[in-house]
């Protein structure tokens, strides 16, 4: 079955070490997203890619980095950078054909910082 | 600048319908979708506007008003597994960037 697969769906992290979150799609989706999520909060936008080999920042891009040398593939890296990195995070993808666009979402990976 | 508001949280009984608002303030506008999201999974797709007016799609409908900034989700026929948090986006003109809102967290009571 199509769909988006995150891992690791937990992750605990020391401070000062950086960590890489997997996420792939088998959709043949060309855009993909990455989102952090908060506790009460909504979702906010790190970065996204429309296409292979380019990414734009989104809100909050700092502390993190992104790279996209396949379409199937949007991998994550927290890095020690990032001054708060205890969060939901969401990888999304979504297609331009289609009737109406939306984003189809992971299952999640939670990072906490120790 | 983009700005979107729903109500934090709502509270309602099973069996009733309830409303949950959006407002939003976008430089762009190509499309508003609701999803709902369960404690700790990932959002689901429920419903999407471009045009304004009533999609209905089951229990769920969902309304557009462009002139006015402003959606709502209905919720007919409440059911113990509605609750849940349901989060409004707006898509922008340029490239595929969704924006959301905060995300109104709805209790169904027997």
């Known amino acids: 079955d199509g769909g988006i697969t995150q891992s690791p769906k937990y992750l605990f992290r020391k401070e000062g070490q950086n960590v890489t979150l997997s996420c792939e799609q088998n959709?043949?989706?060309?855009?993909m997203y990455w989102y952090r999520q908060d506790p009460g909060q909504g979702l906010r936008l790190i970065y996204y890619?429309?296409?292979?080999?380019?990414?734009q920042k989104g809100d909050i891009a700092e502390g993190y980095s992104v790279s996209r040398e396949k379409k199937e593939s949007f991998p994550l890296t927290v890095t020690s950078a990032q001054k708060n990195p205890t969060a939901f995070y969401l990888c999304?993808?979504?297609?331009?054909?289609?009737?109406?666009?939306?984003?189809?979402f992971g299952e999640g990976s939670r990072l906490t910082v120790l | 600048g983009q700005n979107i508001d729903q109500p934090t949280e709502m509270t309602a009984t099973e069996g009733a319908i309830v409303q949950i608002n959006c407002t939003y303030q976008?430089?762009?506008?190509?499309?508003l979708f609701w999803y709902q999201q369960h404690a700790g999974e990932a959002p689901t797709f429920l419903s999407y506007n471009v045009l304004d007016g009533l999609e209905e799609k089951g229990r769920f409908s969902s309304f557009l008003s462009r002139s006015k900034g402003y959606s709502y989700l209905l919720l007919k026929e409440l059911q113990m597994k509605d609750s849940a948090s349901y989060l409004c986006a707006v898509r922008g003109v340029y490239g595929q960037n969704f924006v959301f809102g905060p995300g109104t967290r709805l209790s169904v009571l027997p």
């Open positions: 890619s429309q296409i292979v080999n380019d990414f």
């Open positions: 999304a993808s979504s297609s331009k054909r289609g009737n109406t666009g939306e984003l189809f």
């Open positions: 959709l043949n989706h060309d855009a």
């Open positions: 976008t430089s762009g506008f190509n499309g």
